[in-house]
């Protein structure tokens, strides 16, 4: 039997200790330095001699200080950053819902032998690298490309202002919504695909017309694939940096961009962390909503 | 319902159409002999010429392969271990510890890594930190494939091994690793396919000095645009696609597999 236990051991103790070193502890690592003071020249001050460096005068306990919170929540602006960030992938989660649906629908309809090619063709761009898909957007929505043209020529007929479409919060939408999509479109798939056809019949021969059978049977029973698909939107958009930085322009910052800044521009450590650490409890928030939204309430 | 039908198709086609214009784009101006993306001119190669002539973005490629093969044979020991573990010895900590990296921001992992390696490892950033912090998100990926692959089998094949003397070693290496390999494959060329393609991780654990490929894209794309991006970018979609295609047939396998047990 001690075999067994050696094996068990074995097997277990790598993962759980590389994890555990390169995933647990650096993410402690990030919480205690968010209490910690910035150095002079970024990083961090010494842990032994804060008297040195805080700068306020504070000279905290052991080195430590609530200095960075209190930076945070002492100016609107960080709050608003996290606001638009919301805003931001609250409107992408809704577009993206807006056009995963009839996709995800036409899928699970169709014939089961065509059902795989149609999903790969939903993966197959997302296969693409990332800084590949926001660079082709960089190229129609950009001031020289025919479509860029077209809009503009639109909007002059009718006596508008001609607009710059690339670095707008409209491209950072477009980018971020063409980014994201698969990842709505194959849970809503996975769960329209279990649907009982046998429900709209019912509904019909009930006299439910088109509208009423998509509202009243097959809406209220994929809402588990409609949330578990807008965390998978929401939660990855809630934190992203290099759309805006590449299709935004520079009033375009969100949370994702703040943190780099602290992280590779001023350098200043704590606060860069303090952010994370809203981040990461913003997404748990999220997560959690979720988790409790994407429970199926059709008892089975 | 024939009127539904039309708006649905309608609707989804145009969905698929919006998924692939931008990159039939990015690969015609690769072709394109101009140096704006605007306008056809005239055919050409000349930007794969000028590519295949760049050192540094020789070098990148090297790098990046250097790094993806690294990360995702580690990824791909430490994922099936994990896997195992937690299906067979249902370990508490470990689903949390190997999932909680992909559920989370990227930018969290990096930024929190980025902390780690220069606080308390005191490491030079480059190739390692990089191949590290790659293998930490892949290895929640491998797990996912191989635990789902065990839970499609019966536990009594490795119990009947056991019954028979076969040490764990034996009943690991004659019974349970065959029939996981295809899902070990796939979580490799998974995390392969991962690695290469990541920039936000890439992004926060590069060093100075070391280029790495969707490092010289973002830098190409922020600085100035020239079609050699397209290029690049063309050569990058042939090679994801091929990884995909193998990936795909091979887990057409496991479920045919399946199928026939």
């Known amino acids: 039997m001690n075999k067994f236990r050696l094996t068990r051991w074995l097997i277990s103790l790598p993962p759980t200790l590389f994890l555990l070193i390169f995933f647990a502890v650096p993410s402690l690592i990030m919480i205690v330095t968010s209490f910690r003071f910035p150095g002079e020249y970024g990083g961090l001050a010494p842990l032994t001699a804060p008297e040195t460096t805080a700068a306020e005068g504070d000279s905290g306990l052991y080195g430590m200080t609530l200095e960075a919170y209190h930076f945070f929540f002492s100016d609107i602006l960080y709050a608003e950053i996290f606001l638009k960030s919301f805003v931001v992938a609250t409107t992408s989660t809704l577009i993206c819902l807006i056009m995963a649906y009839p996709v995800a629908m036409l899928i699970a309809q169709s014939a089961k032998k065509y059902r795989n090619l149609m999903i790969l063709l939903v993966v197959l761009p997302f296969a693409s690298n990332f800084l590949i898909r926001i660079y082709a ?3 129609i929505l950009g001031p020289e490309s025919a479509f860029s043209h077209f809009i503009n020529s639109v909007l002059q007929a009718f006596g508008f202002e001609p607009v710059m479409m690339l670095f707008s919060p409209f491209a950072v939408l477009v980018g971020t919504v063409y980014v994201h999509l698969p990842f709505m479109i194959l849970p ?68 994702g961009n703040l943190i780099k800044d602290q992280f590779l521009g001023t350098r200043d450590w704590p606060f860069g962390s303090t952010l994370s650490i809203m981040l990461m409890l913003a997404v748990l928030c999220v997560t959690g909503l979720f988790t409790l939204l994407a429970r199926p309430r059709v008892p089975r | 319902m024939k009127h539904t039908n039309l708006t649905l198709w ?12 931008p990159l039939v784009i990015v690969v015609v101006y690769s072709f394109n002999d101009s140096r704006l993306n605007a306008e056809w001119v005239g055919f050409t190669l000349d930007w794969y010429y000028k590519l295949f002539n760049n050192q ?42 190997a999932f909680a990296p992909i559920a989370m921001p990227e930018i969290l992992l990096g930024v929190s890594l980025l902390l780690f390696f220069l606080q308390v490892l005191n490491l030079t950033l480059g190739l390692v930190s990089i191949i590290i912090a790659h293998t930490t998100f892949c290895v929640g990926f491998v797990a996912i494939i191989v635990r789902a692959r065990l839970q499609g089998m019966d536990d009594s094949i490795f119990e009947a ?51 790495i490929l969707p490092i010289q894209i973002y830098t190409m794309i922020k600085i100035a645009v020239t079609p050699e991006v397209n290029a690049i970018s063309t050569l990058f979609m042939l090679l994801t696609l091929v990884l995909i295609i193998i990936a795909n047939r091979l887990d057409s396998g496991i479920l045919q597999g399946e199928k026939k047990s």
Do not use: C
Request: charged share 10%.
């Open chain 2, 56 to 97: 540094e973005m020789l070098l990148a490629a090297r790098n990046s392969l250097i790094i993806a093969v690294s990360a995702s044979l580690l990824a791909t020991i430490l994922g099936t271990m994990a896997g195992l573990a937690i299906h067979r010895y249902r370990i508490k900590v470990l689903p949390f510890l």
């Open chain 2, 161 to 211: 091994a056991r019954d028979l003397g076969a040490t764990p070693w034996q009943t690991f290496r004659l019974i349970t690793l065959p029939l996981i390999m295809p899902a070990v494959i796939a979580g490799a060329l998974m995390s392969f396919t991962l690695s290469i393609d990541d920039f936000v991780i890439t992004f926060f654990t590069k060093g100075i000095g070391e280029p």
């Open chain 1, 137 to 139: 957007w960089m190229i």
């Open chain 1, 188 to 255: 809503l798939y996975t769960n329209l695909e279990k649907h009982d056809p046998v429900l709209l019949d019912a509904a019909q021969d009930l006299g439910a017309n088109r509208w009423q059978r998509f509202w009243l049977v097959t809406w209220p029973q994929s809402l588990p694939g409609v949330f578990s698909g807008s965390a998978l939107v929401f939660i990855p958009v809630l934190g992203m940096f290099a759309i805006p930085d590449i299709l935004g322009g520079t009033g375009d910052i969100l949370i």
């Open chain 2, 10 to 21: 309608l609707a989804a086609s145009l969905v698929y159409i919006f998924l692939y214009i």
